[in-house]
C-alpha cells in the first residue's frame, strides 16, 4: 500500500514526536506512592494528596508523574512493590501506611521517603526522633491509638447503660496490643468491661459481630488500622445490621451511617503529606524535615443512625461535635 505524500508526511512528524514527548516525559521527576489498599477505595485520599502537591507547585501529569502501585490488601506484596519503584528511580516514595514506610526504608536508604503514620513512628524504627529524623524519611503522624482511650469515654457518655463494650483489632497491626493495653485500662476506671474481637480479613468480620452478641457487648470501639480503614463502610453496615453502637476514628464511617468518629481529619494528613513530597521535590532534604504531628482532632455524629438506635444524644456531646449528620 502507498502513502501519499502529505500522509507520509504526517506520519514521519508524528514519529519523531514520539520520542520528544518521551524524553518530556522522563524529565518530569517521578513520585512513587505505595499505598496498601486499592485506587477504588482512595479517591479522596490521593485527592487530599494532590491537592498538597499542588501547594508546592507540582500538578500531575503537567510538571510531576506520579507511579501508583496498590496492594489491594495484600500487605506481604508492599516489599516488592517498594523494590520496584527503587529500581524506577523515583524521586522520592510517598508511602501511606507504616507498612508501606517500613518497606519503603527496607528497599532503600537513598531514596526520600514521605509517610502518613497512624503510630509512632520513633517506635517504629521510621525515624530517629519527630524533630531530627536522621535518615532519608520524615512524614506525618497522627494521634489515632493515642486517642483510643478517648473514644472508650464518648461511646461510654453517648451509651452510658453500656457496660460491656467490644473492641476490634486487627492482631497483625503492631500497634493493635497498645491499643487494646490503653483501652483495658480506661475500661477499668471507668468501671467497664472489655471483650477484644480479632479481625484481619473481611471473612472476620461476621465471625466478630456473632461473637459481640454472644458476649452481649452493648457498644463497640473499632481500633485503628489501616485495613479496617478501606472497610470503614462495610463495617458501618455491620453496626447497624447489629442495631451495635459503634464509634471509629474517620468521618467516612459517620458518612456510612456509623454512630460516631473521633479522630484527626485523615484528608488533612495526607494533605500535609503532599506539601512535604513537593518540598522534597524542591531539594529539601527529610532529615531536615521535622516529623508533623497532625493536632486537630473532630467529633463527628451520625444523628439519623442514634434516632435508629433509640438513643438520645447528651446535649454535652452536641455542643462538643465538629459536625453532625442528620
Given at each position: 500500500?502507498?502513502?501519499?505524500?502529505?500522509?507520509?508526511?504526517?506520519?514521519?512528524?508524528?514519529?519523531?514526536?514520539w520520542?520528544l514527548?518521551t524524553?518530556?516525559q522522563q524529565?518530569?521527576?517521578?513520585?512513587?506512592f505505595l499505598?496498601p489498599?486499592?485506587?477504588?477505595?482512595?479517591?479522596?485520599?490521593?485527592?487530599?494528596?494532590?491537592?498538597?502537591?499542588?501547594?508546592?507547585?507540582?500538578?500531575?501529569?503537567?510538571?510531576?508523574?506520579?507511579?501508583?502501585?496498590?496492594?489491594?490488601?495484600?500487605?506481604d506484596r508492599?516489599?516488592?512493590f517498594?523494590a520496584?519503584?527503587?529500581?524506577?528511580r523515583?524521586?522520592v516514595i510517598?508511602?501511606?501506611?507504616?507498612r508501606?514506610?517500613l518497606?519503603?526504608?527496607?528497599?532503600?536508604?537513598?531514596?526520600p521517603?514521605?509517610?502518613?503514620?497512624g503510630?509512632?513512628?520513633?517506635?517504629?524504627?521510621?525515624?530517629?526522633?519527630?524533630?531530627?529524623?536522621?535518615g532519608?524519611?520524615t512524614?506525618?503522624?497522627?494521634?489515632?491509638?493515642e486517642?483510643g482511650?478517648?473514644?472508650?469515654?464518648?461511646?461510654?457518655e453517648?451509651v452510658?447503660?453500656?457496660?460491656?463494650i467490644?473492641v476490634?483489632?486487627?492482631?497483625s497491626d503492631?500497634?493493635?496490643?497498645?491499643?487494646?493495653?490503653d483501652?483495658?485500662?480506661a475500661?477499668?476506671t471507668?468501671?467497664l468491661?472489655?471483650h477484644?474481637?480479632?479481625?484481619?480479613?473481611?471473612?472476620?468480620f461476621d465471625?466478630?459481630?456473632?461473637?459481640?452478641r454472644?458476649?452481649?457487648?452493648?457498644?463497640l470501639?473499632?481500633?485503628?488500622?489501616?485495613?479496617?480503614?478501606?472497610?470503614?463502610?462495610?463495617?458501618?453496615q455491620?453496626?447497624?445490621?447489629?442495631?451495635?453502637?459503634?464509634?471509629?476514628?474517620?468521618?467516612?464511617?459517620t458518612?456510612?451511617?456509623?454512630?460516631?468518629s473521633?479522630?484527626?481529619?485523615?484528608?488533612?494528613v495526607r494533605r500535609l503529606?503532599?506539601?512535604?513530597?513537593?518540598?522534597?521535590?524542591?531539594?529539601?532534604?527529610?532529615?531536615?524535615l521535622?516529623?508533623?504531628?497532625?493536632?486537630k482532632?473532630?467529633?463527628?455524629?451520625?444523628l439519623?443512625t442514634?434516632?435508629a438506635?433509640?438513643?438520645?444524644?447528651?446535649?454535652?456531646l452536641?455542643?462538643r461535635?465538629?459536625?453532625?449528620?442528620?
Amino acid at each position: 500500500m502507498q502513502l501519499k505524500r502529505r500522509e507520509f508526511i504526517t506520519l514521519l512528524g508524528g514519529a519523531a514526536a514520539w520520542p520528544l514527548a518521551t524524553r518530556a516525559q522522563q524529565a518530569m521527576p517521578v513520585i512513587g506512592f505505595l499505598d496498601p489498599s486499592s485506587p477504588e477505595r482512595s479517591t479522596d485520599m490521593v485527592r487530599a494528596f494532590l491537592l498538597g502537591l499542588g501547594e508546592e507547585g507540582y500538578f500531575e501529569g503537567r510538571n510531576v508523574v506520579i507511579e501508583y502501585r496498590w496492594a489491594d490488601d495484600q500487605n506481604d506484596r508492599l516489599p516488592e512493590f517498594a523494590a520496584d519503584l527503587v529500581r524506577r528511580r523515583v524521586a522520592v516514595i510517598m508511602a501511606t501506611t507504616d507498612r508501606s514506610a517500613l518497606a519503603a526504608k527496607a528497599a532503600t536508604a537513598t531514596i526520600p521517603v514521605v509517610f502518613t503514620s497512624g503510630n509512632d513512628p520513633v517506635q517504629f524504627g521510621l525515624v530517629a526522633s519527630l524533630n531530627r529524623p536522621a535518615g532519608n524519611l520524615t512524614g506525618v503522624t497522627t494521634l489515632n491509638v493515642e486517642v483510643g482511650q478517648k473514644r472508650l469515654q464518648l461511646l461510654h457518655e453517648m451509651v452510658p447503660a453500656a457496660r460491656d463494650i467490644a473492641v476490634l483489632i486487627n492482631p497483625s497491626d503492631p500497634s493493635a496490643q497498645t491499643l487494646a493495653r490503653d483501652i483495658a485500662a480506661a475500661s477499668r476506671t471507668l468501671g467497664l468491661t472489655v471483650h477484644l474481637l480479632d479481625a484481619s480479613c473481611e471473612h472476620d468480620f461476621d465471625a466478630a459481630f456473632v461473637t459481640l452478641r454472644q458476649r452481649q457487648a452493648g457498644a463497640l470501639v473499632i481500633g485503628a488500622d489501616p485495613f479496617f480503614n478501606s472497610r470503614s463502610e462495610q463495617l458501618a453496615q455491620l453496626a447497624a445490621r447489629h442495631a451495635v453502637p459503634a464509634i471509629y476514628q474517620y468521618r467516612t464511617f459517620t458518612a456510612a451511617g456509623g454512630l460516631m468518629s473521633y479522630g484527626n481529619p485523615l484528608g488533612e494528613v495526607r494533605r500535609l503529606a503532599g506539601t512535604y513530597v513537593g518540598r522534597v521535590l524542591k531539594g529539601e532534604k527529610p532529615a531536615d524535615l521535622p516529623v508533623q504531628q497532625a493536632t486537630k482532632m473532630e467529633l463527628i455524629i451520625n444523628l439519623k443512625t442514634a434516632k435508629a438506635l433509640g438513643l438520645q444524644v447528651p446535649l454535652t456531646l452536641l455542643a462538643r461535635a465538629d459536625e453532625v449528620i442528620e
